[in-house]
Every structure is written in structure tokens, then in C-alpha cells.
Nanobody
Framework: QVHVVESGGGSVQAGGSLRLSCTAS????????MGWFRQAPGKEREGLSC????????YSSDSVKGRFTISRDNAKNTLYLQMNSLKPEDTATYYC????????????????????WGQGTQVTVSS
């Protein structure tokens, strides 16, 4: 059974930083594209940043490009999201997810392509 767990959320002031972590068990972590997503109340789930299974291919949405950095450590089965220059509009629940296909060639961040999700971690940015 696949188990995905996010951590590292919290409350920060605008301009601050947070680092999210995600561990995934029950699958061979290094074989799967991984991604970070977020969902704010009343809004659709948004793909933020995704990374290829080997770590060499990344995608970031325009809303976070230049501020958020995704990385992974396959030896530790852990995915990271370094978030800098946080804005109040970044307030949301952040989710980590695994791609539904092994060794998928694209790190594109469409939520439909990801099938195992964590419970989410809340990020709140105050002005």
C-alpha cells in the first residue's frame, strides 16, 4: 500500500520561507515522477512544481517560478519544496503526489496524472 506524507507547513509572514518535505513508501520512489500541488478554499487544485524520476527534469508553474524550488533525494525517498518570497496568495493546503505511471518521461504537473496523494500540509502567509 502506497503511503504519502507531507510535512513542513506552517504560518509565516510575507517574504518569508518554508521548506516542505514529502516521503512516499510502498513503491520504488526513484521510479516515479513526483509533484507538489496546492488547493486554496473555493479554488481548483493547482500543479505547482513537478520533477522527473531521475531528478533532471522539472516543471514549475508561472505562479511560483523563481520563488519555489523542487528537489528530491531518491536515497531517502523524500521530495522537497523550498518556498521563498512567500506571498499571502500562496496560502493553501499543499499536497505531494506520485505520478500514476512508472518511469514517465514528462514532469508536467496535471493533477489528473497523479494517483497517490498525501493528506496535505497547511501553509498560511500573512501580510
Amino acid at each position: 500500500q502506497v503511503h504519502v506524507v507531507e510535512s513542513g507547513g506552517g504560518s509565516v509572514q510575507a517574504g518569508g520561507s518554508l521548506r516542505l518535505s514529502c516521503t512516499a513508501s510502498g513503491l520504488t520512489f526513484g521510479d516515479y515522477v513526483m509533484g507538489w500541488f496546492r488547493q486554496a478554499p473555493g479554488k481548483e487544485r493547482e500543479g505547482l512544481s513537478c520533477i522527473g524520476w531521475a531528478g533532471g527534469d522539472t516543471y514549475s508553474s508561472d505562479s511560483v517560478k523563481g520563488r519555489f524550488t523542487i528537489s528530491r533525494d531518491n536515497a531517502k525517498n523524500t521530495l522537497y519544496l523550498q518556498m521563498n518570497s512567500l506571498k499571502p496568495e500562496d496560502t493553501a493546503t499543499y499536497y505531494c503526489a506520485t505520478h500514476r505511471y512508472r518511469y514517465y518521461s514528462s514532469a508536467y504537473c496535471r493533477p489528473y496524472d497523479y494517483n497517490y496523494w498525501g493528506q496535505g500540509t497547511q501553509v498560511t502567509v500573512s501580510s
